[in-house]
């Protein structure tokens, strides 16, 4: 399956990933050596094979139910690049829909 | 002082107890030895300051008679992927240093990760944090903003990654002991590569709290030292149930250490086919062999295991481990912490996207694309479903072998350290080194890797080690470190490197 300049802009949209356009050929050329590995999978008939999506660990235990300190506001902002107001500011944005 | 750096922990933990030697005197040590080994590139943050007061408040607990714990004065580097409270975490990335009006600031972690508490309870000194590959995403430490990191035995050669730093702060005699994390191999193939013990627990053995998320259900912590048994004391302090991590196990942790005294004599070694095949480079071979014999005649016994799905474990892993990673890795956006790159009237999007092409290096954007690319509607079913039923296979593989045997033994790597810069351009390359460390991942199993006999020096290279590594049914790294433990006997213990900086 080859992979095209547009999906690379496509997936990079979706990845909130802004590429310079220096970029996108050599990464477009990367993955698609990796994903023509990847197609080995293709060789394997999988069906009816349950997926592993996590691996079991014995039963969780139920943690306490007890009230434990978070983190205070100044410790939660201490780090941001931009604190206002008790809280991280971002630039205004519309809703697209 | 320095020879206190190259004893076993418990030993020097006991002269540390006794007032035989200062905490102070051991910390001056290592950071005399972070100085005059900065050419190696192992350390991206460390404070004389915090690492001085902890070891005088350890030493001033000694002289009022209070008892001291189990790692008391004992280095620790941690990799810049592990939460601590004293150091930047900047994970070898950009985009976790926020630019100041002097100068760039590695971010600073509200809290320890429960790993670095559990070390500091029983006295251990954090030393400072390790160079690693940027988000754990490579295997020679070249992908790090901070610039790679060298592998002592041959400053021309990588020292494998993603835990690079840790490995070679171990190897380079300047921690006895370290932690890494290990999503794909990166405890075990640094390790390897640098001559040293390294430990990957099996998932759900170590807690992951405070350990910047990559593969969430692929990764375990696991430590680095220079003998089994230290290994196995830092494995016992760290390992265990904790209610930050809902996917730590609460069975009870085995006396790791104690496994180290055990005898070999019965165990049944499983050799793969599949690992000893093409492409394994022909020195690692004899090495790997020379020590598989050696425990033969010690007593274990050998048998041939089949894991026929192994050549598939790149193609899975990658998909696996991208996919999680897009999604852990959104959180890096210009808001809460970290790089913000904006210009004026830009949108919160153009923020997001400034932000993270600024900050992340090409190997984590590629990771980023592909994971986003295996996850997106229409490849789902193709790409990450087919990914998951594999990684059943490959789990069907470990445990029809583990029926028959009680460990694996098999390589680590399939080559000798590779050479700076030869991999950077062709990433498939890079991931198909890999091929023996990822399947223990995807199957949740344990594995250690200790290393061989060094190979010979020739006209062209010098000595180079290479790793043996030990592959154990979940829960059941006791197995390893006795196995291990009794190769370490058997070799006459693990050498240093030869060209020592």
Avoid at chain 2, 73 to 97: E, H, N, Q, W
Avoid at chain 2, 250 to 259: C, D, K, L, T, Y
Avoid at chain 2, 454 to 478: C, H, K, M
């Amino acid at each position: 399956m080859s992979i095209t300049r547009e999906n690379i802009l496509n997936i990079a949209k979706l990845a909130q990933l802004r590429l310079e356009s220096d970029e996108v050929a050599g990464l477009q050329s990367d993955l698609a050596s990796i994903l023509e590995h990847i197609e080995k999978l293709g060789e394997l008939d999988t069906s009816g094979i349950q997926p592993t999506a996590h691996l079991v660990v014995d039963a969780a235990p139920m943690r306490m139910d007890v009230v434990v300190p978070g983190l205070s506001n100044e410790s939660a902002l201490a780090e941001a690049p931009r604190p206002r107001e008790g809280g991280f500011a971002v630039p205004a944005f519309v809703d697209e829909g | 002082m320095r020879q206190l750096l190259e004893i076993p922990i418990s030993e020097l933990a006991e002269r540390v107890r006794q007032g035989e030697v200062t905490a102070e005197a051991v910390a001056t040590a290592s950071l005399e030895a972070i100085a005059n080994r900065s050419s190696l590139n192992a350390f991206v943050h460390e404070s004389h300051e915090s690492v001085l007061d902890a070891a005088r408040s350890i030493d001033k607990r000694r002289a009022r008679g209070e008892p001291l714990g189990k790692l008391a004065g004992v280095p620790v580097a941690i990799k810049d992927a592990i939460c601590t409270l004293d150091f930047p975490t900047t994970c070898g990335s950009r985009i976790l240093c926020r630019a100041t009006k002097s100068k760039s600031q590695g971010w600073r972690s509200p809290f320890d990760a429960t790993v670095v508490e559990r070390l500091r309870v029983q006295d251990a000194l954090i030393m400072g944090k390790t160079n690693m590959d940027e988000f754990a995403m490579g295997s020679s430490t070249e992908t790090s903003a901070y610039g790679p990191t060298l592998n002592p035995w041959d400053p021309s050669r990588i020292p494998g990654g993603s835990s690079g730093g840790s490995a070679v702060a171990v190897a380079a005699r300047i921690t006895p002991v370290s932690l890494g994390s290990d999503t794909g191999g990166s405890i075990r193939q640094p390790a390897g590569l640098c001559g040293v013990v390294g430990v990957r627990p099996s998932y759900g053995r170590v807690s992951r709290y405070g350990l910047v998320a990559f593969g969430s259900s692929l990764e375990q912590i696991g430590p680095f030292a220079n003998d089994t048994r230290s290994a196995a004391r830092v494995l016992n302090v760290i390992a265990g149930h904790d209610c930050h991590d809902s996917t730590t196990a609460v069975n009870s942790i085995p006396n790791f250490e104690g496994a180290c005294d055990r005898g070999v004599a019965g165990i049944r070694l499983g050799i793969p086919e599949e690992y000893f095949g093409e492409g394994l480079d022909s020195d690692v071979r004899s090495q790997v062999n020379e020590a598989i014999s050696a425990l033969e005649d010690a007593g274990c016994e050998l048998k041939k295991v089949h894991l026929p799905h192994t050549a598939y474990g790149v193609a899975t892993y990658y998909i696996v481990a991208t996919a999680e990673a897009s999604s852990n890795l959104a959180r890096f956006d210009g808001v809460r912490f970290g790089l913000r790159v904006e210009c004026p009237g830009s949108d919160l999007k153009e923020l997001y996207g400034a932000t993270r092409d600024a900050g992340f290096g090409r190997e984590v954007k590629r990771r980023i694309l592909l994971g986003t690319y295996v996850l997106s509607a229409g490849y789902y079913d193709a790409y990450y479903k087919k990914a998951q039923q594999v990684r059943t296979l490959i789990r069907r593989d470990f445990e029809q072998a583990f029926n028959e045997v009680d460990a694996i033994v098999a390589p680590i790597s399939p080559t000798l350290p590779f050479a700076l810069g030869q991999h950077v351009n062709d990433p498939l390359a890079m991931y198909l080194s890999d091929v023996y460390t990822l399947p223990c991942n995807l199957a949740g199993l344990c594995g250690i890797s200790v290393p061989a006999r060094p190979t010979s020096a020739t006209s062209e290279r010098p000595s180079l080690p290479v790793g043996l590594q030990i592959l154990g049914r979940p829960f059941d790294e006791e197995t390893l470190f006795t196995v291990a433990s009794a190769w370490e006997k058997l070799c006459g213990g693990f050498p240093a490197p030869s060209v020592a900086p």
